[in-house]
């Protein structure tokens, strides 16, 4: 038994007891490591940054998902970029009234891996008759594709290594483009208080794109530095000011079982602190 000191941050990190290696590889993209930890269940790290554990992935993965396809009512059509774990997809899968899922990943091997040592995560999702997968790179994808979504989810790493790009001016600008009108960008934003530049840097690019802009968050106990936060781009500003009898009403007819997401938590997630808010150059939380 040793430990595995993730290296996000210089300085300062997390520990957790490997209990078992369960599988670690040098794909074509990244190191990746799978192993069992007696708190958090199986874990997942690439490049020395933890991405996942079963413990808690139920809260980003229905926080990412949910909050985007609730919000919109009517999404037929989601585009998946990242999470080759399977648990965004696992979630959007719930939603029935979605026909068509197209999830776009770089790295086969952590979609396999992940089947296999992770199955919980994507709980049979890869075989829903409505999955589109697509090994690609994401921004390739985006800026080719003829396809339109109502939905574009963005499930990225940190914006290091193959994750970069989706971070960049282009990638937002490709997403937009592929959004019916209407349609909604969310994407992975990392924690403000250790990564604030990335959110200011986001909001710069967003806002000439998306007439209705912001971030929300949830807390994540295994992303160390606190809440963690989710990019939101749109042309329909409604969809953020929904009231919480609509999304209600949404909720209960999903028929969707939820662990951490409800339309209070929905509401209340776009409220961020004052110390964001000024990062974002925005007043107050409108």
């Given amino acids: 038994m040793g430990d595995y000191q993730e290296t ?7 520990r957790f007891r490997v209990d078992r290696v369960l599988h670690e590889v040098r794909t074509e993209h990244q190191h990746l490591v799978i192993f069992e930890n007696a708190r958090m269940g199986r ?3 690439l490049d020395g940054v933890i991405q996942t554990t079963e413990a808690d992935e139920f809260i980003y993965h229905e926080m990412l998902t949910h909050v985007p396809l609730l919000a919109h009512g009517e999404a037929r059509s989601v585009l998946i970029i990242g999470g080759g774990d399977g648990g965004i997809l696992r979630e959007v899968a719930r939603h029935q009234a979605v026909g068509q899922i197209t999830m776009v990943e770089i790295d086969r091997t952590v979609v396999e891996m992940c089947q296999t040592f992770l199955p919980g995560h994507s709980a049979g999702a ?4 409505r999955l589109q997968l697509v090994i690609d790179d994401g921004m390739h994808f985006v ?3 003829a396809q339109r979504f109502d939905v574009i989810i963005s499930d990225s790493t940190d914006p290091i290594g193959p994750g970069e790009v989706l971070f960049s001016e282009n990638f937002y600008q490709a997403c937009q483009r592929c959004l ?3 349609g909604v960008l969310v994407t992975q934003n990392g924690t403000p208080f250790m990564q604030l530049d990335e959110v200011r840097t986001t909001a710069g690019r ?3 794109l998306f007439a209705d802009w912001h971030f929300y968050q949830a807390a994540v106990p295994t992303y160390i530095g606190g809440a963690m936060t989710f990019a939101w781009g749109t042309g329909n500003p409604q969809l953020r000011q929904l009231s919480p009898e609509t999304l209600a009403d949404r909720y209960a007819r999903s028929g969707i079982a939820t662990r951490y997401y409800n ?3 929905h509401c209340g997630a776009f409220a961020l602190p004052q ?4 990062a974002i150059g925005k007043p107050d939380n409108r």
Wanted: avoid cysteine; aromatic fraction near 14%.
């Fill in 8 to 14: 996000l941050y210089d300085g300062y990190g997390q």
């Fill in 206 to 208: 967003m806002t000439g």
């Fill in 126 to 129: 890869f075989s829903d008759p």
């Fill in 275 to 278: 110390y964001v808010l000024q």
């Fill in 263 to 265: 339309p209070a938590i």
């Fill in 180 to 182: 019916r009108p209407g």
């Fill in 43 to 45: 874990v997942m790290a």
């Fill in 143 to 145: 800026a080719s594709t």
